[in-house]
Every structure is written in structure tokens, then in C-alpha cells.
């Protein structure tokens, strides 16, 4: 590996997915403002929505996420067109 490009800072960060409330711990260097308390130790929280522990991919659960109602709106614009 060359030396000098690679960041020095690794430390241990926990990451929160907030579809399923699932929390990880992992090395990382990403900066955050916001940190958690896990068995008694402080570290630093990222959030993301979506994990390996919710994603259907990896779950093998087929789940449609509908936001505000994209899906539907679509299906009454061009669901049937085909049916005509």
C-alpha cells in the first residue's frame, strides 16, 4: 500500500438503521455529531436507512416502500395502458 493516503483516524463507530432499530459497531472515519452510549462506552452514531439486517436483498422479504403514495399515483397514470 502507498503510504500517506490513507486516513489514520479509523476508531470505532456504531451505525443505526432506523427502519428496524438494528445498531452495529464497525471501525469507520466518518465524521458525526451525534453519539451513543453502548454497555457503559460512548461512541459515535451514523444513521442509515437501510442495513444488511433490512434490506430485502438480504433479508429475503419482498417489501414495497411506498412513499406518500409514489406507487399508486404511477399505477393510476400508467398502470393500464397496455389493457386497452
Same mark, same amino acid.
Given at each position: 500500500?502507498?503510504?500517506? *493516503?490513507?486516513?489514520? @483516524? #479509523?476508531?470505532? !463507530?456504531?451505525?443505526?438503521?432506523? =427502519?428496524?432499530?438494528?445498531? &452495529?459497531? /464497525?471501525?469507520?472515519?466518518?465524521?458525526?455529531?451525534?453519539?451513543?452510549? *453502548?454497555?457503559?462506552? @460512548? #461512541?459515535?452514531? !451514523?444513521?442509515?436507512?437501510?442495513? =444488511?439486517?433490512?434490506?430485502? &436483498?438480504? /433479508?429475503?422479504?419482498?417489501?414495497?416502500?411506498?412513499?406518500?403514495?409514489?406507487?399508486?399515483?404511477?399505477?393510476?397514470?400508467?398502470?393500464?395502458?397496455?389493457?386497452?
Amino acid at each position: 500500500m502507498k503510504k500517506g *493516503i490513507h486516513p489514520g @483516524n #479509523y476508531r470505532p !463507530v456504531v451505525f443505526k438503521d432506523m =427502519s428496524n432499530e438494528d445498531v &452495529f459497531i /464497525t471501525r469507520s472515519t466518518v465524521n458525526t455529531k451525534e453519539t451513543i452510549d *453502548i454497555d457503559g462506552t @460512548n #461512541y459515535p452514531l !451514523v444513521k442509515v436507512e437501510i442495513s =444488511s439486517t433490512s434490506h430485502p &436483498f438480504y /433479508t429475503g422479504k419482498t417489501k414495497l416502500v411506498d412513499s406518500a403514495g409514489r406507487v399508486d399515483k404511477f399505477m393510476s397514470r400508467y398502470g393500464n395502458r397496455n389493457k386497452k
